[in-house]
């Protein structure tokens, strides 16, 4: 995986979103670029383990993930 982002801003345009498949309208969100990857340096360590989290239970809690714009741009 190329980890090399130049310029990858943290109010990042996009966002990655794995969906619960157990409880609707509850996701997990992180910013990403446009191909979907998450600098996981500018990650909180609590958001951190929740994308690595979310990562491993891709089809057992959540939906694989999405790139979508964020609603912060």
């Known amino acids: 995986?190329?980890?090399n982002f130049g310029s990858f801003q943290p109010a990042a345009l996009y966002?990655?979103?794995?969906?619960s498949l157990f409880h609707e309208g509850r996701a997990l969100t992180f910013p990403?670029?446009?191909?979907?990857?998450?600098?996981l340096d500018s990650l909180s360590e609590r958001a951190r383990?929740?994308?690595?989290?979310?990562?491993a239970v891709v089809g057992r809690e959540y939906s694989a993930p999405a790139?979508?714009?964020s609603d912060l741009h």
């Not at 383990?49 to 990562?55: F, H, I, M, P, S």
């Open 1 to 3: 995986m190329n980890t």
């Open 15 to 19: 966002e990655l979103r794995f969906k």
């Open 49 to 55: 383990d929740n994308y690595l989290y979310a990562r």
């Open 67 to 69: 790139v979508q714009l």
């Open 32 to 39: 990403c670029d446009a191909g979907g990857h998450v600098v």
